[in-house]
Structure formats: structure tokens, C-alpha cells
């Protein structure tokens, strides 16, 4: 989860860290995307962000399920 204006320079921080523990995305292996939402302003982008963070773990993988039902990693380059 987060919110940035470059989403292909994120993606690439998060596939920098596979491995190191000191990172989240690293000790978790976090780098494949599956889900994005695009909005017209970054305050907008943070509210909807903490509404999904609200949500339990069922409810996000329905969410996914609507745009991308096979879970299958999304390619933006």
C-alpha cells in the first residue's frame, strides 16, 4: 500500500529491497503489483488509501478480484 506520482520508479524501489530485512518490501517480498487505483490529487489518493488499509484481508482480495480475478501481476512498463 502507499500512495506516489511514479508508479514504475516504486515498483523498481520495491523490487531494490528483495531481501533485505530492514525493509518491509524486502522481508516480505513485496514487488509484484496487483492493484492500483489512479486519482486527480494526492489528498484524494490518501483517503482512499486509509479506507483500504480499514479493510479486512477478505475484503481486499475482493476488491482485487474485481479488475483482476486470476491475481495475475500487472506489467506497467
Do not use: W
Not at 15 to 38: K, P, Q, V
Not at 50 to 76: D, G, V
Request: hydrophobic share 30%.
Amino acid at each position: 500500500m502507499g500512495v506516489t506520482n511514479d508508479l514504475v520508479r516504486r515498483i523498481e524501489e520495491h523490487r531494490s529491497n528483495r531481501g533485505d530485512c530492514r525493509t518491509f518490501a524486502g522481508r516480505y517480498y513485496c514487488y509484484d503489483l496487483l492493484y492500483f487505483e489512479e486519482y486527480p490529487n494526492v489528498q484524494t489518493a490518501i483517503y482512499r488509501e486509509k479506507e483500504i488499509k480499514l479493510l479486512n484481508r477478505s475484503a481486499k482480495e475482493s476488491l482485487i478480484k474485481i479488475s483482476n480475478p486470476e491475481f495475475a501481476t500487472i506489467k506497467i512498463y
